[in-house]
């Protein structure tokens, strides 16, 4: 499982670049917790963090649909926040369905565009 989803992370990766105007919004699910971040992969940095471990998650933490939801909406605000509106959607290999759809319809209900 593991192999196969870094496999499909590499190939995505070959496509999927951020750039200040159009950061890269990349997931990461671990069995107990969810991460989301906004990379600039032209300066190497990210712009913004969000994960599951926050006081805003506090009640619905864990890496099930209701966080990833809960998410999606504070990394939208947050995005939005700093002024950025256009994301490119990095999945992580992950098959889009469960936790990361739920976390990408949150995000673009929160007003990110991907």
Request: aromatic share 6%.
């Amino acid at each position: 499982m593991k192999i196969a989803r870094l496999k499909r992370h590499k190939r995505i990766r070959k496509k999927v670049v951020g750039t200040q105007e159009r950061p890269r919004l990349s997931v990461y699910r671990s069995h107990k917790n969810m991460y989301a971040q906004l990379i600039n992969d032209d300066a190497n940095s990210t712009l913004l963090s969000c994960t599951t471990l926050q006081e805003e998650c506090k009640g619905k933490r864990g890496a099930n649909i209701k966080a990833a939801t809960l998410l999606g909406e504070i990394l939208a605000k947050k995005a939005k926040d700093k002024g950025i509106e256009k994301v490119v959607f990095d999945r992580g290999g992950y098959l889009y369905h469960g936790c990361i759809k739920a976390l990408a319809e949150a995000a673009r209900k929160g007003g990110l565009v991907f």
